[in-house]
């Protein structure tokens, strides 16, 4: 039977040592002794560099007839993100190809990267980051250049005027340069706020000073394109500083790759301008000629996958996540019986960058699910469940479904039913008693797939269209579906195969970093030797797909 605790906080059952340590980053950050612990880590990450490069013996040679590679990383803060790019860099380095990291020293008046709602932009952590990145690349022999090599203060003055100029709608439609920065900007200044909807007076200031950010990126890209000629881009897709990077480059024609951390810790995958999810066909067609799992394969998916649904695969907060590996008797709770279907639906964390331009039948996550419980309303006979996703309550949203559903709905009749993001129940709980599933983008789509569960996909994701899902384009398409039922189930195999290329081969190990904390972490070696040809193959393919592309997940 279950009790009604399944719906009460499960704070009390969060790993204590890993809230410990978030909250002390959380509280740490607005304050002045954040950025003198940072500052006192970074002269003894800086040290132990220095210790590497004096172990290294190898001088690399850099040849004209190789391409140019440059990493856009602009945060250069004592974090592992410069640690994996530069890692990257200095393989291609030793690889005889050009190089060069990109950082933002003060170029832009706001970093996505760091600063948000409840961590509002100081000093000290740009002076931390500046003066760490460059000290870095000075030590590890990668050559840097930053923003402000590439753009003056009078320039970006007369970004700062346009800027001015213009209306709040259409800074959030502005095309500059080929690049939609207003997209850039709407979606960092929604990253900036969590989600939530502030007043006007709020939000204008933030989402001004990210289109600025985004223009200056862009006016950046575009002195570097003319003066450097890159070859391959390494940047990020989304947000001011990055996204607008890649789509100066690709639309240039330049080659652009996007590096990725894993679903496991220390894990990362490099997809290039098409997405290396859209590989996934190439894949199966090519390398796999269109064969299904063998028993070893089946027992690395299944391992990894067991261990996803109990919260413990190892990356991200899932393990935080509360949830209980069974529920008995669900079906009694949620009286299945007393209608012709039930059906879950599985949204997204309302900012989530996978949301980027994702929207398809519905004009966004809010639309969505404001429709499908109307429509669920009108039709007593179908049963809803909504679980909300728990990263809103670990990741602080300031805004969330949950609030979404409560400002709209004075009521929500009996067969709709609401899981906080609190609750212990697990999407896997839900999947032996629903019908079929909804999902706007998200991972469960595919997980109920190789379930056998028919999975409604309702925005634009990278499984879209493969044979598994069923994917709607239209309200009254989603409609239709909903209330006849008649969705096509999946194909397991394909689905089997499909996650075994999207969680096993997409993503490889990062052999060469730690993170203890976050003030310990850094590189996994003993000599910047190690990034040299065949000393870890998982970096060879890393970097040998970088710089030539191909199927990245053929290894």
């Not at 140019?68 to 602009?74: A, P």
């Not at 200095?90 to 008046?109: F, M, Q, S, T, W």
């Not at 559903?405 to 032996?432: A, E, G, M």
């Amino acid at each position: 039977m279950v009790d009604s605790y399944m719906f009460k906080s499960i704070a009390e059952n969060k790993e204590i040592k890993i809230l410990s340590r978030e909250a002390l980053e959380h509280f740490h950050l607005k304050m002045p002794v954040f950025n003198m612990l940072t500052k006192i880590n970074q002269e003894k990450a800086l040290q132990k560099l220095e210790k590497i490069a004096q172990n290294s013996k190898i001088k690399p040679k850099i040849y004209s007839k190789k391409k140019k590679v440059l990493f856009n990383v602009v945060n250069g803060s004592y974090d592992l993100e410069i640690y994996r790019h530069a890692g990257v860099a200095k393989a291609l380095h030793y690889r005889g190809h050009p190089v060069e990291i990109l950082i933002c020293n003060r170029g832009i008046d706001i970093c996505t990267a760091f600063f948000r709602i409840g961590h509002p932009h100081n000093n000290g952590t740009c002076n931390n980051c500046t003066n760490f990145s460059k000290k870095f690349c000075e030590i590890t022999d990668l050559p840097y250049s930053s923003f402000t090599d590439y753009i003056n203060k009078e320039e970006i003055k007369i970004i700062e005027k346009q800027v001015k100029k213009l209306s709040l709608e259409e800074c959030e439609k502005l095309q500059y340069k080929n690049v939609s920065v207003g997209d850039h900007a709407s979606l960092s200044a929604m990253r900036y706020f969590k989600g939530s909807i502030p007043s006007k007076e709020k939000f204008e200031p933030v989402l001004r000073l990210e289109l600025k950010a985004s223009m200056v990126s862009t006016a950046v890209s575009e002195k570097i394109f003319k003066t450097k000629k890159p070859d391959v881009v390494v940047s990020g897709s989304v947000y001011s500083p990055w996204g607008t990077v890649s789509d100066y480059f690709r639309n240039k024609g330049v080659r652009v790759c996007h590096n990725n951390l894993g679903y496991l810790f220390f894990t990362m995958n490099v997809s290039d301008n098409d997405s290396s999810f859209g590989d996934f066909k190439k894949y199966y067609n090519e390398v796999r000629k269109k064969q299904g799992l063998n028993k070893k394969e089946k027992e690395e998916l299944y391992s990894f996958l067991n261990k996803r649904r109990a919260g413990k695969e190892g990356g991200g907060d899932t393990f935080l996540y509360g949830f209980k590996e069974e529920f008995k008797d669900l079906d009694d709770y949620f009286n299945t019986n007393k209608y012709d279907r039930t059906y879950a639906l599985f949204p997204n964390v309302p900012w989530d960058a996978s949301l980027t331009r994702a929207n398809k039948a519905f004009k966004d996550v809010y639309d969505w699910t404001s429709s499908s419980i109307d429509l669920f309303k009108e039709n007593p006979n179908l049963q809803l469940i909504i679980k909300i996703h728990p990263g809103e309550k670990l990741s602080e949203s300031e805004n969330t479904i949950s609030d979404y559903i409560k400002r709209n709905y004075v009521q929500i009749p009996d067969n709709i039913k609401i899981l906080p993001p609190d609750t212990p129940i697990s999407p896997y709980n839900l999947f032996s008693i629903i019908d079929a599933g909804i999902v706007y983008n998200g991972t469960p789509g595919i997980e109920m797939a190789l379930e056998g569960i028919p999975s409604i996909v309702t925005g634009v994701t990278h499984y879209n269209n493969l044979g598994f899902t069923n994917d709607i384009t239209s309200k009254n398409q989603y409609k239709d579906l909903i209330l006849k039922g008649n969705y096509e189930k999946p194909d397991k195999n394909l689905t089997e195969v499909f996650m075994y290329f999207f969680f096993i081969k997409t993503y490889v190990p990062l052999n060469y970093i730690y993170s203890n904390s976050f003030l310990d972490l850094g590189w996994r070696i003993k000599s910047l030797d190690d990034f040299a040809p065949g000393k870890d193959n998982y970096l060879d393919k890393i970097a040998d797909y970088t710089v030539n592309g191909g199927i990245f997940q053929e290894w």
